[in-house]
Each structure stands twice: as structure tokens, then as C-alpha cells.
């Protein structure tokens, strides 16, 4: 299920930087946030809109969401050459969960849209009029992309995915490391 889930994130990774409009060199975000202190904001995150669901629904995915996972240098997410001197990383989240296909996750997603928009965050549908993608932006630029899909199987799936903004590499990084 992680693997999938893992592809899953890094096809959106691709499209995300496909859809990026063109930009200066990325310069990194607070130097305040570490990459630790992004992934706790990320999955605290996570947990809430995973909280949505109501447990009754669930009947599979990831009991929380993936713990850590690699930097990605910014100058890939801007649509840059892949570059050994990274300016900036950004980290990547997510949390699947499995729901049972009888659920309607489209009220849901319009109930998260609807609070988090209140809440400060600018929130976008991929397409208008059809509201099982949801991008949502919170003020610091940090991302998720909440989506109700069907899978293959037949059963449902509610996906949440998360990007920080960039943010400064620490001391060390390397693209092997995980946060």
C-alpha cells in the first residue's frame, strides 16, 4: 500500500512542478522552520483532515501518515535542472486511507474546503464544478492536496498529500536523508 501510495505522491510531485508557472531561483523560505519542525506541522495537518473520515468508514490505508520521507531540492520543484548545489529543500507528506465504496467523500471535501477556507487558507478545486480534488494553502505556503479517488479494485480512497514551502537545507543535507 505505501508503494502505491509513494507513487501516488511523486506523480503528483511531477505534476505539481508540470503545473508550477515559471519563477526566479527559489530562495528558501524561513530560516526558522527546520525540516523536523515542517513534518510535525505537516502530519499534525494530515491528522486533521484525515479526521474528516469518520472511523466507521475506514477499512484500510496507513494507521498514520508516513512518518518521514526525503527532501527534495526546491530547484526541481521550480522546474529547474536537477542542481548538486541545492539553494533550498521542500519536504514532502502524505496519509491514504482505504474507505468503504458505499461513502459519498465528496461532502467531506466540500465541508474540509469550507473550514479551511474560514480558517485563512486559499482553497482551490482542480476543475470547477467537480469537487473531488482540493488543493488547500495555508498562509506559511505550506500545500496539501486532498482527493477523493476510485481505485482500481473498486474500492475508495481519500488521499492527502502535503509540501512544505522552501525552506533552508541544513547543515549536511543530502538528498538521501530522510525528515
Known amino acids: 500500500m505505501r508503494s502505491r501510495s509513494a507513487g501516488v505522491l511523486i506523480l503528483s510531485l511531477i505534476m505539481l512542478s508540470g503545473c508550477a508557472r515559471a519563477v526566479d531561483p527559489v530562495e528558501p523560505g524561513s530560516p526558522l522552520t527546520t525540516l523536523q519542525e515542517a513534518r510535525v506541522f505537516q502530519n499534525d495537518e494530515l491528522v486533521r483532515l484525515a479526521q474528516y473520515v469518520s472511523p466507521e468508514w475506514i477499512v484500510g490505508g496507513f494507521e498514520e501518515p508516513i512518518p518521514r520521507m526525503h527532501g527534495l531540492s526546491c530547484d526541481w520543484m521550480a522546474g529547474a535542472a536537477s542542481s548538486p548545489d541545492v539553494a533550498g529543500v521542500m519536504l514532502p507528506g502524505g496519509y491514504d486511507l482505504e474507505v468503504k465504496p458505499t461513502v459519498n467523500l465528496i461532502p467531506i471535501l466540500e465541508m474540509v474546503a469550507e473550514e479551511y477556507q474560514q480558517d485563512g487558507w ?58
Open 122 to 179: 486559499a482553497v482551490d478545486w482542480e476543475e470547477p464544478n467537480k469537487h473531488e480534488d482540493l488543493m488547500l494553502t495555508c498562509p506559511e505556503g505550506y500545500v496539501f492536496f486532498v482527493s477523493a479517488t476510485m481505485l482500481r479494485d473498486g474500492g475508495l480512497e481519500y488521499s492527502m498529500s502535503s509540501f512544505s514551502p522552501c525552506l533552508k537545507a541544513p547543515e549536511g543535507f543530502t538528498l538521501f536523508d530522510e525528515y
